[in-house]
């Protein structure tokens, strides 16, 4: 599950078709030959003959109860135009209406309804289930997120006083832009009065926010907003903000926020490039960098002279006044070769923020803060994954170290040892090509707990998860791989845990299991299916394969594949992908999963995909 608001807590009712069969006994077919020339097709999982339908929704006529799942009574709804409600009745013999509308009901007593939100002083859904001569209704009452402060167009002038910004804990540089901004009526005028008496005017932009860009070092002193209509007129006073330019420099340690088990390789700090954004670097911890602003929690720091990011409060310590510069000088660099891997090892006497990018046939580390002053790069003489290594000064204070390899790569990891800096290639794993997983080890992941969604009739994600991952086990094992569950129980497994687990366990292929569900305020009849995910280049080749294996072994919508930042997939040691294989709160979706030959289908798509992935490297030996 991956876009999806907090559901309450309700009980987990399992239905009896979810009791376990023994997974079949699965050999790769193989392929049949082709003249010269011909593009491989690779070996399949049982391929059906033709899309397979979801199983039917089975009938149910249980006791006549409205049970709803979203919304819950204590969910914070936003102010949408429609959203979704879905849950059960307890028998597919009812009939429903939630506030007057006929409502499907699914043979399993399960509903879902896109419907304009309630309103009023106290909103609520009516819901009422009829069932011959018998039924029942239910009342329920939803909580909407405060609504913005009216700001009426006549009568006496009202501001948001307490939407005004900038409002506090910025530190920036005197020639940075600042958004001031405050949310007051259409027909109102707006200025920012500054600590010299000049104004700055806001323009409004949509609804009624006014705003304008003015230097930080206009705001040193608190700036005055001045709203006024006709002869009424209200001020409101801005934070200030902190101008670095006059400070001392500054210089922090980042430090990672959990310490796993003292190992670099399962530690990084991840830097962002806007304050609270999304994860693009990942760091070292230890790394000295100059503090250069703050907004709110986020630090802002300069990686090198073309490069600042941000970072949280909490993972950076601050060193004492007086810090020396950090003095990064990249020397003569060395190329070994271990059990399966091949190490680029750079000494430096400091750690430098860093950034590794894959290329067709090559990997890319960029080194900031650095001087490469690399006279010899000494290579192993049989080195089977890296055929040489240049450099390149990309400016004064940015190295740019290529890994030129024999073939695209498959995984790395970049750790400090012994005042050096390491970039540690794995080898591609050489494949049977007659029996691709014999040999490899794949970790499969059964997403959540915690977090997770929850079907209609109750069916909890990370139930569902599991059972698809007890399917896939003995799947894989019949394939002649080695199989590590990062979880085999309804136990919470923390969600950083789950690719390091399979580092450790040096995994070939990491591939974690998922549900989709939709953000309130979506329409859920509108796009539903089968998507599969990934973050590194290196990834998407596997993506790719399972997504068709899980197409053609599930029967649903091809939703293609998606580049995301997900957590579970950032890991670079091996390929890594999510399935999001079906929507578990589509009713029919949900009773599909309940039942042992959806389960199986499931399974058998993501062992496809992993067979041909396998494959394809074998091929290309």
Partial sequence: MRRIVSRFSIAIVLASACTRAPAPQLTPVPAAPQPAGTPVQHAVVNPPAAAPAIPPVPFVD???AIHVVSPSRTE??????STFIFGSVGSGAARLTVNGVPVTVHPNGAFLAFLPLPTGDVPAYELTAVRGTDSVALHLPIRLRAAPMPLPDTGRLVVDAGSVAPAGDLALRGDELVRVSLRAPANATVQLRISDGTTVALRRGSSVTWSADVPALELARAGTVVVRRGRDSVLVRTGTVTVSDAMPRRWGELTAAADAAGSDTDRVVVLKPVAGGTYKWFVVPGTVVEITGQRGDQLRVRLDSQLEAWVGDKEIK???EGTP???RVAGNARVTTGDG?????IPMGERPAHQVTP??????????GTVANTDIVNLATADPAIRDVTWEQVASDRARFTLHLRGAPFGYLVFWDRNALVLRVRHTPRVNAARPLQGRTIAVDAGHPPAGSTGPTGFY???ATLLVAEQLKPMLEALGATVLMTRTTRAPVALAERPVMARRANADAFVSIHLNAYAEG???FRTTGTGTFFFLDQSEPLARAIQRGLVRHMGLRDLGINYDNLAVVRGSWMPSVLCEGLFVIIPEHEAALRTVEFQQRYARGIADGLLEYFATLGADR
Avoid: I, K
């Fill in 461 to 463: 994600e990370g139930d």
């Fill in 359 to 368: 290329q067709r046939d090559a990997l890319v580390l960029t080194l900031y």
């Fill in 341 to 345: 891997w091949s190490d680029l090892r």
């Fill in 325 to 327: 510069v950090p003095r």
């Fill in 62 to 64: 249980g006791a006549l």
């Fill in 318 to 320: 601050s060193l004492p």
């Fill in 76 to 81: 914070l709804m936003p102010r949408v135009d």
């Fill in 522 to 524: 979506a329409n859920p």
